[in-house]
């Protein structure tokens, strides 16, 4: 055969040979050479990040990592399915025929069960290193554990699987509490995650929630709400939703106890929103404390030619002045008032309050509410707005519109997170008091405060059951018809009560407010059911921070020892007493010219030459023994 | 002294010693790493930490002894051999399918004397024998299809065979190591051509026709589709790697074949050794294949008789080529198969067979030397 061909292909064949393994030599290089670190999506590997934990303001754990076993199967080792599926699904209580079914319908690798308890992992290891199931090991993987259960579970979220969050903090947060790897893969597998400590207070938030679940039982409401916050920084004390959902079982829950209604729900809130409206139409100079309107139980306008609008008040109150509207919650009263300005006014006023704006807080699913620009205002719109109805708006936007009464008329953003801090304890943000803007005057925030104060009045106030001893409370309450869904009208059976409280009136500290969704049993009003929730919360913040109540012994300490500093030392005519004296204290001693000083020791002088009460003259000598 | 035995002292040189030493080379660093990546496992399965070491070790000795025993017979007894052997393997595939053992859900081994043995792997050494013996005699006639036929035919039977216990891979490699054969004996490019053709439409069947396969393709494309099933290997194979770095972790101190890079110690142990001996070990162990493979080669292209020709390059691309297929599985560069790494990977047919065959390369060795100092 021609001899230079089979040369030739001796020659390609070698030369591809060589080629196959420099593309192999290169193929490695490029693999443990120059992987970069994360940036090529070939290489998978996350390295294991230790999720930060969530504490409280003072630093009581909310939600911390833990790790777990997952088992795993590599299916090619097993040798007796039938007997390696009985072990397994005895110990975690799984079906054994499932098992049995999902491991034959693998070939090579699979997961059994994610994240088992300890201590199923403790008795599958000691079948493991029997030697009876061979094929199945158990892989540490980093979980979430939440030791105070269902106790804010709405701020704080829980994690999947993968321990991402999912909801709540965890969820807003989950970036700086676990940071994605910028490392390179392999070696540095150390990275903490950021601490993040939210603004509540654990125990302020158990009295909410203890305050909420007897709510909860004795009025069978749909649902709770509760927050107390910091009226001079927005910080939110305390956040309560419920129904609530245990956080280390988060998947066993129902949808709707998942959700976080004080951001996500929107509803009318009722007459609590007059507080607003009041204080719109006197910043607006539509009306002055003095005001007075005339309820005969009817709020009433005659259109020319169109229908009428009549609107039914509570009550028959007679003449009634802005501070009776918000006393008595005056229906036709806050109406009458409301047209003394224009509907545009008000609403920019409305606007002001960041009514129909997210709150801004850090957490997902938040409603902007509805509030109605004011060219689609109907005749009916301004009236009904200014005691809260045809507006919806959360929880969480009362409170914060409610910080203009406690700040002079500026809003403050509320805030849930106090301070970030990186695992080594450097802090890398904290929450500052944040003004968002001049809302109302502070003439018109401390008159309607004080306004507020009267609806706490023992003399038919609607929130006097709100009231606490010793302490003044700026009141609103609220019983608002819910809409009904299927009619589009008010629903004639299912309420929202309410009640908001700023306390003490004179110092503004504390906001607490309330919501009842649709109580069923004993009563619907709001200065009923509401107001005694926010009345016995209060009472026990007050307690708790110690807040000062009227008729207290008050001993006005500041709080802290100061020790009044010794003057510097300094030589007179005659050497003082050095005896107790600190090496830093005899310090001036050295740039005084006339003496020589010789300090031999450490501590505290204990014998000194000369004796005190010697005269200082030029050139003496001064021996100070230390001990 | 008779000129009979001095011409005999002269055609029968002794083997060739580079060649021996780097195969002594390769199996001893092999059966070190195959007992550092393999001692988790025995321990696992509650064995001493030697146990797959010694099996292997066992294996390698009896191979060792098969390979000296066919360094030392003269080619022509060899040559005679190859009828034989030719049918012992097909036989054996025959019985394999009918009476073998299922590991892994796949039928591949025969139990001998307590002792799995799987007979794809001297198939392998079958074909390349078989298909030297054809081609040193058809020399000529390699342009007709007709007498192309005949080594197509067993190709393809061995190949079948060796598809009906379920393993593809094998299957693949047989009708490559055929293709490398085909084409340095001078079967026109048409033919190949034609062939390539023909054989796509089928290979796009027998890949699809099994999940397995479609999800290992699936897993290649993209392993972090199902990082937890398939693409799970190729994963923490890459990460075994890449944690390896340039000087690796250091012999024994490997964390991925602890439990966490399945087959670590066979099909995978080549991953071990890049995370323990790094990239410079890995460059080592390429290298020292690839001395072994241009050694290989030259003793096969100096041989003047074609069937030695055929034989020492049959076995050499054989071997060269199975390491360079694992080391691309391992990599991630081709779709995993269960190819393992000759001299390294844990299997006692396989350490065998690729010892059988460097005793026949080496016998080679022994005879070309004489003939290169002869002028031709």
Known sequence: MKSSTLELRKKIFLIGTVLIIVLIIIRYMSLMLFSPAGGDDSVTHKPVVERGPILDRNGRILAIQTRLYSVTAWIPSIKDVGKTASIISEVLEIDKNQLIQDISSRSRFMYIKRKISNSDAENLRGYIDKGDLPGIGLEPEYGRSYPEKELASHLIGYTGTDNTGLEGIEYTYNSILSPPSTQSIGNSRDIYGNQVFLTIDINIQNFAHQAALEAWEKYNPDSVMMIAAEARTGDILAYVSIPEVDLNNFSASQAGDRINRPVANAYEPGSVFKIFSIASFLQLGGIDEQSEFYCNGFFEINTEGTNPVKIKCLGNHGAVTPETILKYSCNAGAAYASLTVSDESFYRMLKLF??????????????????REDRLWSIRSKPTISFGQEISVSAMQIVKAASVFANEGVMLQPHIVSKVVEHDGKVVDKSVREPIRQVISPETASSVLHMMTTVADADGGTGRRAAVDGITMAV??????????????????????SCL???PAEDPQIIVYN??????????????????????LSDKIVSYLGIPRTGDMVINHPGKITIKQKPPLTLEDKVPDFTGMSKRELLPLLKDNRVKVLITGDGWVRNQNPP????????LNIRLELE | MTGNFIVERENRHSSDPFLLSVIVLLLGIGLTFLFSASYPNALRLNKAPEFFLLRQAVMAAAGFAGALFLMNIPIEVLKKLVFAVVLTSLLLSVIVLLAGRDIQGARRWII???RSFQPSEVVKLALILYLADVFSKKEDSLDSFYSLSHPLVMVLLFSLLTFAQNDFSTAVFLILIGSAIFFIAGVKFRYF???FLASVPFLLILVFSREHRVKRLIAFLDPDKDPAGVGYQIIKAREALISGGFWGKGIGSGLKKMGTLPEAHSDFIFAVIGEEAGFIGILIIIILFAIFAARGYMISYRCTDRFCFYTGFGITTSILYQALMNMAVVSGAVPATGIPLPFFSHGGSSIMVTLLMCGILLNLSRSTKNERELPL
């Open chain 2, 193 to 195: 051509f034609t062939g």
């Open chain 1, 612 to 619: 005190p009460g010697t005269d200082v003259v030029d050139g």
């Open chain 1, 476 to 497: 609103k309450t609220g019983t608002a018809q819910k809409l009904d869904k299927q009619t589009g009208k008010y629903s004639e059976n299912e309420f929202i009560s």
């Open chain 1, 515 to 536: 919501v009842i969704e649709n109580p069923k049993k004993v009563s619907y009003y709001g200065g009923v059911i509401a107001a005694p929730l926010v009345g016995d």
């Open chain 1, 501 to 503: 409280a700023v306390f």
């Open chain 2, 112 to 114: 001998i004397g307590g």
């Open chain 1, 354 to 371: 960041d009514f129909g704006e997210r709150t801004g807080v850090l957490l997902p699913g938040e409603t902007v509410g509805l509030l």
